[in-house]
Protein backbone atom coordinates (compact mmCIF):
# COMPACT_ATOMS: atom_id res chain seq x y z
CA UNK A 1 0.00 0.00 0.00
CA UNK A 2 1.01 3.69 -0.70
CA UNK A 3 1.39 5.89 2.48
CA UNK A 4 -1.74 7.38 1.86
CA UNK A 5 -3.65 4.02 1.14
CA UNK A 6 -2.12 2.85 4.85
CA UNK A 7 -3.55 6.08 6.44
CA UNK A 8 -6.80 5.48 5.09
CA UNK A 9 -7.38 1.92 5.52
CA UNK A 10 -6.18 2.60 9.16
CA UNK A 11 -9.49 4.99 9.66
CA UNK A 12 -11.09 2.12 8.13
CA UNK A 13 -10.12 -0.38 10.58
CA UNK A 14 -9.46 1.86 13.60
CA UNK A 15 -12.39 0.39 15.89
CA UNK A 16 -11.32 -3.27 13.94
CA UNK A 17 -7.49 -2.83 15.42
CA UNK A 18 -8.13 -1.24 19.28
CA UNK A 19 -11.46 -3.07 19.92
CA UNK A 20 -9.80 -5.92 22.26
CA UNK A 21 -7.81 -3.73 23.92
CA UNK A 22 -4.60 -5.36 23.25
CA UNK A 23 -1.70 -3.32 21.53
CA UNK A 24 -0.64 -6.29 19.51
CA UNK A 25 -3.67 -5.78 16.11
CA UNK A 26 -2.29 -1.53 15.84
CA UNK A 27 1.27 -2.42 16.63
CA UNK A 28 1.54 -4.91 13.93
CA UNK A 29 -0.66 -2.63 11.31
CA UNK A 30 2.20 -0.16 12.01
CA UNK A 31 5.21 -2.08 11.55
CA UNK A 32 3.76 -4.11 8.15
CA UNK A 33 3.18 -0.46 6.57
CA UNK A 34 5.60 1.68 7.98
CA UNK A 35 7.70 1.91 5.03
CA UNK A 36 10.67 0.17 6.38
CA UNK A 37 13.31 -0.39 6.39
CA UNK A 38 14.14 1.87 3.47
CA UNK A 39 14.46 5.28 2.45
CA UNK A 40 11.73 7.00 4.16
CA UNK A 41 9.35 6.37 6.88
CA UNK A 42 5.49 6.35 6.54
CA UNK A 43 4.58 9.67 7.52
CA UNK A 44 1.34 10.04 6.71
CA UNK A 45 0.53 7.03 8.89
CA UNK A 46 2.27 8.17 12.01
CA UNK A 47 0.29 11.57 11.52
CA UNK A 48 -3.17 9.73 11.31
CA UNK A 49 -2.69 7.40 13.94
CA UNK A 50 -1.20 10.50 16.21
CA UNK A 51 -4.28 12.40 15.53
CA UNK A 52 -6.84 8.92 16.02
CA UNK A 53 -5.17 8.22 19.60
CA UNK A 54 -5.49 12.32 20.28
CA UNK A 55 -9.05 12.09 19.32
CA UNK A 56 -9.94 8.50 21.78
CA UNK A 57 -8.11 9.83 24.38
CA UNK A 58 -11.06 10.64 26.46
CA UNK A 59 -12.52 7.17 26.14
CA UNK A 60 -9.90 5.11 26.03
CA UNK A 61 -6.63 6.70 27.90
CA UNK A 62 -5.05 4.08 30.05
CA UNK A 63 -5.08 1.64 26.93
CA UNK A 64 -3.64 4.09 24.79
CA UNK A 65 -0.98 5.52 27.08
CA UNK A 66 0.36 1.90 27.74
CA UNK A 67 0.61 1.18 24.16
CA UNK A 68 2.37 4.54 23.47
CA UNK A 69 5.09 3.99 26.47
CA UNK A 70 5.14 -0.42 25.16
CA UNK A 71 6.31 1.91 21.68
CA UNK A 72 8.51 3.84 23.25
CA UNK A 73 10.46 1.30 24.91
CA UNK A 74 10.30 -1.30 22.10
CA UNK A 75 13.50 -0.55 20.34
CA UNK A 76 11.63 -0.52 17.11
CA UNK A 77 12.51 2.79 14.79
CA UNK A 78 9.40 3.37 13.65
CA UNK A 79 7.13 2.61 16.42
CA UNK A 80 9.30 5.05 18.76
CA UNK A 81 9.00 7.51 16.02
CA UNK A 82 4.93 7.34 16.30
CA UNK A 83 5.07 7.00 20.03
CA UNK A 84 7.01 10.61 20.35
CA UNK A 85 5.27 12.46 17.69
CA UNK A 86 1.78 10.71 19.32
CA UNK A 87 2.66 12.44 22.65
CA UNK A 88 2.91 15.76 20.93
CA UNK A 89 -0.74 15.30 19.62
CA UNK A 90 -1.70 14.26 23.04
CA UNK A 91 0.03 16.63 25.10
CA UNK A 92 -1.37 19.69 22.56
CA UNK A 93 -5.27 18.56 24.04
CA UNK A 94 -4.31 17.37 27.17
CA UNK A 95 -2.60 19.27 29.63
CA UNK A 96 -3.14 16.94 32.40
CA UNK A 97 -0.38 14.57 31.26
CA UNK A 98 2.19 16.55 30.98
CA UNK A 99 3.92 14.90 34.42
CA UNK A 100 4.75 11.51 32.45
CA UNK A 101 4.90 12.16 28.94
CA UNK A 102 6.98 15.42 29.27
CA UNK A 103 9.95 13.34 30.44
CA UNK A 104 9.64 10.65 27.88
CA UNK A 105 9.69 13.21 25.02
CA UNK A 106 12.71 14.56 26.67
CA UNK A 107 14.36 11.47 26.69
CA UNK A 108 13.63 10.74 23.12
CA UNK A 109 16.25 13.55 22.28
CA UNK A 110 19.07 11.28 23.13
CA UNK A 111 17.79 8.23 20.90
CA UNK A 112 20.56 6.62 19.43
CA UNK A 113 18.00 6.18 16.41
CA UNK A 114 17.64 9.42 14.79
CA UNK A 115 14.38 8.86 13.47
CA UNK A 116 12.98 8.65 16.65
CA UNK A 117 14.75 11.56 17.87
CA UNK A 118 12.93 13.12 14.88
CA UNK A 119 9.42 12.43 16.63
CA UNK A 120 10.55 14.80 19.29
CA UNK A 121 10.44 17.71 16.22
CA UNK A 122 6.79 16.75 15.52
CA UNK A 123 6.00 16.37 19.20
CA UNK A 124 7.18 19.79 19.43
CA UNK A 125 5.61 21.19 16.21
CA UNK A 126 1.95 20.04 17.18
CA UNK A 127 2.72 21.31 20.84
CA UNK A 128 3.33 24.32 18.74
CA UNK A 129 0.13 24.93 17.33
CA UNK A 130 -2.20 24.42 20.53
CA UNK A 131 0.21 25.54 23.21
CA UNK A 132 2.54 28.09 22.27
CA UNK A 133 3.44 29.61 25.33
CA UNK A 134 3.70 26.34 27.13
CA UNK A 135 5.97 24.85 24.50
CA UNK A 136 8.20 27.77 24.45
CA UNK A 137 8.67 27.68 28.01
CA UNK A 138 9.58 24.08 27.45
CA UNK A 139 12.20 24.66 24.81
CA UNK A 140 14.06 27.04 26.91
CA UNK A 141 13.94 24.55 29.78
CA UNK A 142 15.29 22.38 27.98
CA UNK A 143 18.05 24.15 26.02
CA UNK A 144 19.67 25.43 29.51
CA UNK A 145 22.05 22.75 28.79
CA UNK A 146 23.35 24.04 25.16
CA UNK A 147 22.90 20.18 23.98
CA UNK A 148 23.37 20.40 20.78
CA UNK A 149 21.18 17.54 20.08
CA UNK A 150 17.96 19.25 22.20
CA UNK A 151 18.93 22.80 20.47
CA UNK A 152 19.29 20.93 16.90
CA UNK A 153 15.45 19.41 17.51
CA UNK A 154 14.33 22.95 19.06
CA UNK A 155 15.51 25.39 16.15
CA UNK A 156 13.70 22.65 13.35
CA UNK A 157 10.43 22.58 15.44
CA UNK A 158 10.66 25.95 15.75
CA UNK A 159 11.01 26.74 12.14
CA UNK A 160 7.76 26.44 11.02
CA UNK A 161 7.03 29.09 8.47
CA UNK A 162 3.09 29.03 9.08
CA UNK A 163 3.59 29.47 12.76
CA UNK A 164 6.28 32.03 12.53
CA UNK A 165 3.91 34.54 10.60
CA UNK A 166 1.07 34.91 13.38
CA UNK A 167 3.21 34.17 16.75
CA UNK A 168 6.05 36.69 16.97
CA UNK A 169 7.43 34.71 20.38
CA UNK A 170 7.80 31.54 18.52
CA UNK A 171 10.21 33.78 15.86
CA UNK A 172 12.12 35.73 18.43
CA UNK A 173 12.82 32.34 20.09
CA UNK A 174 13.64 30.68 16.66
CA UNK A 175 15.93 33.64 16.16
CA UNK A 176 17.37 33.04 19.84
CA UNK A 177 18.21 29.31 19.79
CA UNK A 178 19.58 29.71 15.99
CA UNK A 179 22.35 32.41 17.82
CA UNK A 180 22.55 29.78 20.49
CA UNK A 181 23.54 27.13 18.16
CA UNK A 182 25.79 28.93 16.25
CA UNK A 183 27.60 29.50 19.57
CA UNK A 184 28.05 26.18 20.03
CA UNK A 185 29.17 25.15 16.98
CA UNK A 186 32.00 28.12 17.13
CA UNK A 187 33.02 26.79 20.37
CA UNK A 188 34.02 23.05 19.33
CA UNK A 189 37.35 22.51 17.62
CA UNK A 190 36.00 19.68 15.32
CA UNK A 191 32.63 19.01 14.79
CA UNK A 192 31.51 15.49 16.09
CA UNK A 193 28.20 13.28 14.90
CA UNK A 194 25.79 15.83 17.22
CA UNK A 195 27.45 19.11 16.36
CA UNK A 196 27.07 18.38 12.79
CA UNK A 197 23.69 17.39 13.09
CA UNK A 198 23.03 20.93 14.74
CA UNK A 199 25.38 22.62 11.80
CA UNK A 200 23.35 20.65 8.92
CA UNK A 201 19.62 21.98 10.69
CA UNK A 202 21.35 25.86 11.17
CA UNK A 203 21.88 25.80 7.54
CA UNK A 204 18.33 26.22 6.86
CA UNK A 205 16.39 27.41 10.09
CA UNK A 206 18.81 30.81 9.69
CA UNK A 207 16.87 31.18 6.33
CA UNK A 208 13.32 30.34 7.53
CA UNK A 209 13.58 32.86 10.49
CA UNK A 210 14.82 35.80 7.95
CA UNK A 211 11.83 35.29 5.69
CA UNK A 212 9.62 36.70 8.70
CA UNK A 213 11.82 39.20 9.56
CA UNK A 214 14.00 41.09 7.12
CA UNK A 215 15.83 42.53 9.92
CA UNK A 216 17.19 39.01 10.58
CA UNK A 217 19.76 39.42 8.08
CA UNK A 218 21.90 41.76 9.87
CA UNK A 219 22.41 38.88 11.44
CA UNK A 220 24.21 36.95 8.70
CA UNK A 221 26.16 40.38 8.02
CA UNK A 222 27.91 40.00 12.05
CA UNK A 223 28.20 36.41 11.74
CA UNK A 224 30.19 37.09 8.31
CA UNK A 225 31.99 39.89 9.79
CA UNK A 226 33.44 36.80 12.70
CA UNK A 227 36.35 35.01 12.02
CA UNK A 228 34.39 31.75 12.70
CA UNK A 229 35.52 29.30 10.39
CA UNK A 230 32.87 26.80 10.96
CA UNK A 231 30.28 29.49 10.15
CA UNK A 232 31.08 30.05 7.21
CA UNK A 233 29.36 26.89 5.03
CA UNK A 234 26.30 27.37 7.54
CA UNK A 235 25.81 31.05 6.12
CA UNK A 236 26.41 30.05 2.24
CA UNK A 237 24.01 27.49 2.70
CA UNK A 238 21.33 29.82 4.00
CA UNK A 239 22.04 32.44 1.63
CA UNK A 240 21.17 29.92 -1.21
CA UNK A 241 17.69 29.44 -0.20
CA UNK A 242 15.25 30.24 -2.53
CA UNK A 243 12.86 30.82 0.26
CA UNK A 244 15.09 34.27 0.75
CA UNK A 245 16.75 34.61 -2.42
CA UNK A 246 13.34 35.58 -4.06
CA UNK A 247 12.13 37.88 -1.31
CA UNK A 248 15.28 39.34 -0.45
CA UNK A 249 17.41 39.62 -4.23
CA UNK A 250 19.72 42.46 -3.54
CA UNK A 251 20.48 42.00 -0.02
CA UNK A 252 21.04 38.41 -0.71
CA UNK A 253 23.39 39.30 -3.41
CA UNK A 254 25.09 41.34 -1.06
CA UNK A 255 25.46 39.11 1.56
CA UNK A 256 27.18 36.60 -0.58
CA UNK A 257 29.59 38.85 -2.03
CA UNK A 258 30.64 39.63 1.88
CA UNK A 259 30.68 36.58 2.56
CA UNK A 260 33.50 35.82 -0.53
Known amino acids: ?7 KELVL ?3 RLISDYSPKPLTDFLKSNSGLPGPRGNLTLAAEVSKLIASYWATKREFLKETIIGWSKSGDEYLMFVAYSTIGYVLSRNPSEDDWAVPILY ?6 LWRAREGVTIALEALLEDRADFTL ?3 EDWCISNNPIVVRNSIVALAHPTQLRRNQAQLDALERYNGVGMGIIA ?3 DLQDDTKMLAKSLGFTISVAAEADEDYLDELDRWINDPVKAWRPIIRENL ?3 RIRKKYPRRVEALLKHLG
Open 187 to 189: EVA
Open 13 to 15: SWN
Open 137 to 139: GLI
Open 1 to 7: MSEKEAA
Open 107 to 112: EANFSR
Open 240 to 242: TKA
